[in-house]
């Protein structure tokens, strides 16, 4: 089963929300869609769930139109709608019996679900008395209680502490093992990188890149050095600097240079600039313990495809 968006076009009177969106997701992989607000994520989402129709183009499941399909949509919402003077166990069997799960199903859902969460001593209280991370935790059950096809999670990671956000990695990981479709939307690039298998990456209402994380780094420029020199003696950026008086062009190689551990970052202009600036510090009798290309960063491709920095 694959979800395939194909050319969405979405307008709100003048403005254009959509310009063509297209991308993939295939089952039991998590694909991220990731944009600055504004890019369009949300009315993308809201098609997908059919809370409005595009002006044109299709989500298709399988090739058909996924008004055609019965599919099962479990949704994360980032803006959250639960009752917080509810108890527990009373809204979610509820929201599990309009999900269609009959009253015997859904109490069992509940109870289960809100154990795997670590949350089987909260049944019976109201949601307002609850953490915002357990309130988070909540909100995952109800959006698995009804056992979805297509898993959609919008900054599911907010307010979790690291321990209840490996917990929700753990059992979304599960899902994708049981070959559901997940789609998520996060500005947290570290946990997109962890979570996600692919990415979309969203500006002004068009798709500026999409593919496998590990491809898209292939592709992408290698333009960040790690260096270290012989010398501790002094912080490398600095060892660096002094360099720089005696290499020709040094201000046309390198972009910038900052701190790091164990060593200085090194922003070039061009990936083509590598060579020449070996040569240069070699020529200069620089004394390189280290030479590093780094790997681009996700946050990296993101600011260079959507704007400025997260």
């Known amino acids: 089963m694959i979800l395939t968006v194909t050319d969405l076009r979405k307008s709100f009177g003048p403005t254009e ?18 944009g600055r607000n504004g890019a369009g994520k949300t009315t993308t989402i809201r098609i997908i769930m059919q ?8 989500v298709l499941l399988d090739g058909r139109p996924i008004c055609e399909r019965s599919i099962r949509i479990g949704y994360l919402p980032e803006e959250k709608g639960l009752y917080p003077k509810q108890t527990i166990r009373d809204q979610l069997v509820y929201l599990a019996c309009l ?12 109870t289960g679900w809100l154990e795997r969460m670590g949350l089987a001593d909260t049944l019976d209280k109201k949601l307002e008395t609850l953490s915002k991370g357990n309130q988070q935790k909540i909100q995952l059950a109800l959006a698995l209680l009804h056992d979805p096809d297509l898993i959609i999670l919008d900054e599911p990671f907010s307010g979790l502490d690291p321990v ?5 990695k753990t059992i979304v990981k599960e899902q994708a093992g049981l070959g559901k479709i997940i789609l998520f939307s996060s500005h947290q690039m570290n946990y997109v990188e962890q979570f996600c298998d692919s990415v979309a990456i969203l500006h002004q209402g068009q798709i500026q890149v999409s593919g496998r994380i590990g491809e898209l780094k292939r592709q992408y420029p290698r333009r960040s050095l790690q260096l270290r020199f012989h010398d501790h003696s002094l912080p490398a950026d600095e ?8 290499v020709p062009r040094a201000a046309d190689l390198v972009r910038s240079v900052a701190s790091a551990q164990d ?24 004394d390189l313990e280290q030479f590093l290309v ?17």
Do not use: Y
């Open 17 to 34: 929300v959509l310009k063509g969106v297209s991308f993939a997701v295939e089952p039991g992989l998590a694909l991220g869609l990731l």
């Open 51 to 58: 809370v409005f129709p595009p002006d044109s183009g299709q």
């Open 99 to 110: 999900r269609g799960l009959d009253k015997t199903g859904a109490k069992k859902a509940v």
């Open 164 to 168: 209840n956000a490996q917990l929700l």
């Open 239 to 246: 060892q660096l600097r002094r360099i720089w008086r005696q």
């Open 263 to 286: 060593g200085c970052r090194v922003e070039l202009h061009r990936e083509s600039d590598r060579s020449v600036l070996f040569a240069a510090l070699a020529a200069a009798g620089a």
């Open 294 to 310: 780094v790997e681009p960063t996700l946050e990296e491709i993101f600011v260079d495809k959507a704007g400025d920095a997260l």
